[in-house]
T-cell receptor, first 116, second 112 residues
């Protein structure tokens, strides 16, 4: 029973480059959530997706950030033209079909993005 | 927007001591959750609370959902070295049934 998988675990980018973060949910899970964590802070909700649909992207910056969860393959969080302020840990969580409640979100190990 | 204040920010304790931390909110929450995060890992759910006044235990951990629905505490009894980590409270309000508002965390350090 593999848990939520994220890759890469660490990503270094220079300002202006693109960052692509991948999340494979737990087997059988169809809901994916992305969170951002700055140092010394709690997680902040970014976006909630189901297969091929964005349900809620209210926490995601309007520019440069996008997310998708295709029918096949992992969910992708894409950050274009990264800036130093994008440096953070990005966590993905997943939950089973029909259960989007908070208790059922299982978190991955995160991707630590460092923008130089 | 809704915010959580979590305290203390960090704790230095001796092995075997009891630990207490709490979270307060400016508004009402419907659910309180307590997580532990180890370095380089994602948060792991420890305890979930769904009703005002609810007191729930998980081994040496005990958490309570405040009567006012604006606070919660977590106690750890007889701490052991593997308790080291960052503990987060998180709350779910009326805005959605999946969005969590997170505290800033309490870092627990056990003195040798």
């Amino acid at each position: 029973n593999a848990g939520v998988m994220q890759n890469p675990r660490h990503l270094v980018r220079r300002r202006g480059q693109e960052a692509r973060l991948r999340c494979s949910p737990m087997k059988g899970h169809s809901h994916v959530y992305w969170y951002r964590q700055l140092p010394e802070e709690g997680l902040k909700f970014m976006v909630y997706l189901q297969k091929e649909n964005i349900i809620d992207e209210s926490g995601m910056p309007k520019e440069r950030f996008s997310a998708e969860f295709p029918k096949e393959g992992p969910s992708i969080l894409r950050i274009q033209q990264v800036v130093r302020g994008d440096s953070a840990a990005y966590f993905c969580a997943s939950s089973p079909p029909g259960f989007s409640g908070v208790k059922t979100q299982y978190f991955g190990p995160g991707t630590r993005l460092l923008v130089l | 927007g809704q915010q959580l204040n979590q305290s203390p920010q960090s704790m230095f304790i001796q092995e075997g001591e009891d630990v207490s931390m709490n979270c307060t909110s400016s508004s009402i929450f419907n659910t309180w959750l307590w997580y532990k995060q180890d370095p380089g890992e994602g948060p792991v759910l420890l305890i979930a609370l769904y009703k005002a006044g609810e007191l729930t235990s998980n081994g040496r951990l005990t958490a309570q959902f405040g009567i006012t629905r604006k606070d919660s505490f977590l106690n750890i009894s007889a701490s052991i070295p593997s308790d080291v980590g960052i503990y987060f409270c998180a709350g779910q309000g009326d805005s959605s049934n999946y969005q969590l508002i997170w505290g800033a965390g309490t870092k627990l350090i056990i003195k040798p």
